[in-house]
């Protein structure tokens, strides 16, 4: 056994060469501490405060190839997007994330630079989006694929979470943030980003990201509005998700967990949105006020709907039933 | 895109047949609730109890090739181990694991039973090295590379988190569970389990297994001596660490981060085991005894040498130098 940097096979400077040891003494030092952290990385495991006697906790992959191309995104991209996609998954329960963990799988072949900018990436979406949050702990192992799977944690502030299960006829339907945004960047990435053989190109895509930088933003470095998630809750939403795998998919979750029918108005969802998936906005229902006026919303929330008897999900009352979203095992062919 | 089952590239039956929903379907039904989860799987996190007011957090990852291969670890074994790794970690700070989260990546044609007796290996697991700790939650998506990254969680119960960085000069070192079983247990696998090209064979295997029950199983499905680290956190250790990673290389671990020395008696810790990892032995050390007696040791560990001033770890008082333990990036060479 023994891999070194000499044959040629394992390149100078990559995780094979250096060994994981090293690589992680580059690492670590680029991660700012998480403010909840007793204890951080470097022992068996991570201790975080949780003042609230409740800790709530989510887990999502980035796998290259049906998450990402490396041709596409950059390691810092990658690092963001794994960190933002988790922290939206807490702020969907109404919680503010405290801290994440990170499981890497890595090529030998990868160069340690790499992982310091996903680190970077990582860092710097917590500071970003969720401040205070930080990564406290982790695994580096190898791996012929690269993989990101990142576990999140948050704190519910006293609050109940908001589940997808408490939508009640009445109900205002609410979204907040970006729908369809994602699902156009990567439309532009597959039309324009690609070499003549149909593969990946980080040049083209850069050249798609000047031009477009809105959506390829989107669906590269996501901005999921998480703060909106605990605003949500504490405005006493009834029910929320991360409309992650595209509105109507997700609506019809709420409405499934529910025992309820969503009946969205067709001027605010416009249907090219209805399968658009990987914008992490915020779906989420808000009790009516009182004499069944316009329900007040938090900020940062628009109407698009209203929670009825029944069930499913309807557009101006008529049955929106063809398929929507994401799933990755039918939608994508690439790893057979 | 779409896959289907019947162009025979994705058999039916499988992950790429069914889809993602209709496999978490077959799988959620196996996992046992955890008795901390207030939300278990279905919504966009799960909520546990964290009474303590401080939570424990690990991840540890099993990739195809460098952690497992298919034809020595069932998927049951596989469920067993990813969840055995990352308990471990948690009981060597002194914590009782409280829940799981599962991210899983598995190729389109893995055959969805052999995911639910993943499920299966993971709850059983728990069931029986940390009884009430449970699957609160995870993540199925598609990988050419089989990966089970699992993050676990844990409680305190109120006792101070043991670090690696606690042992002082006097403390007994000690040690709690097999150490050098599980490497025995893949040596027998490399050495006679393998058909003539030198690829992993399933009957083969289960012959070993036959032959030599204990060294396979503690390779294949390890039960690390979980309850002995709350055990030892409640008694007074002043560091502890999971020794998975070899006796030497750990117990360096622990001496550095304790800025000591730890000397151990070569009567109890033969060479053969320095470098044998994956066994989950618990190292820990204890407050010598009033009057510079022998330390008294709580249930389960045994007494292998002694701290004392300085750096590093020797043997009988000589330096032991060699390299030992198992880094992922430098000990395989499959990833290329």
Known sequence: MGVDGADGRVPLGSLGALGEAAVLARILPRLAPAASALV??????????????????????????????????????????????????????????TALVVALAAPAATPAPHLEALADGLRDACDALAPGCGVVGGDLTVSPTFTVAVTALGDLGGRAPVLRSGARAGDAVALCGDLGLAALGLRLLVAEAVDPAGNPDAARAAAVRARHPREVEA????????????????????????????LLLDARRLAAASGVRLDLRGSAVPPEIFGAGED?????????????????????????????PGK?????????????????????DGAR
Not at 63 to 91: C, H, M, Q
Not at 282 to 306: E, M, N
């Open 40 to 97: 951080g990385p470097g022992d068996d495991a991570a201790v975080l405060d949780a003042p609230d006697g409740r800790v709530v906790v989510t887990t999502d992959t980035l796998v290259e190839g049906p998450d990402f191309r490396t041709g596409w995104s950059s390691p810092y991209d990658l690092g963001w997007k794994a960190a933002a996609v988790n922290l939206a998954d807490i702020a969907a329960m109404g919680a503010a994330p």
């Open 219 to 246: 669906q590269l470095r996501p901005h999921p509005p998480l703060a909106a998630g605990p605003g949500a809750a504490a405005f006493g939403a009834t029910a929320m998700l991360d409309a992650s795998d595209g």
């Open 280 to 308: 992490h906005a915020l779906l989420a229902c808000f009790p009516r006020g009182t004499g069944g006026g316009i329900a007040p919303l938090p900020d940062g929330f628009r109407p698009i709907g209203a929670v009825v």
């Open 312 to 332: 499913g999900v309807t557009v101006d009352g008529v049955a929106a039933d063809e398929r929507g979203g994401w799933d990755p095992y039918a939608d994508w």
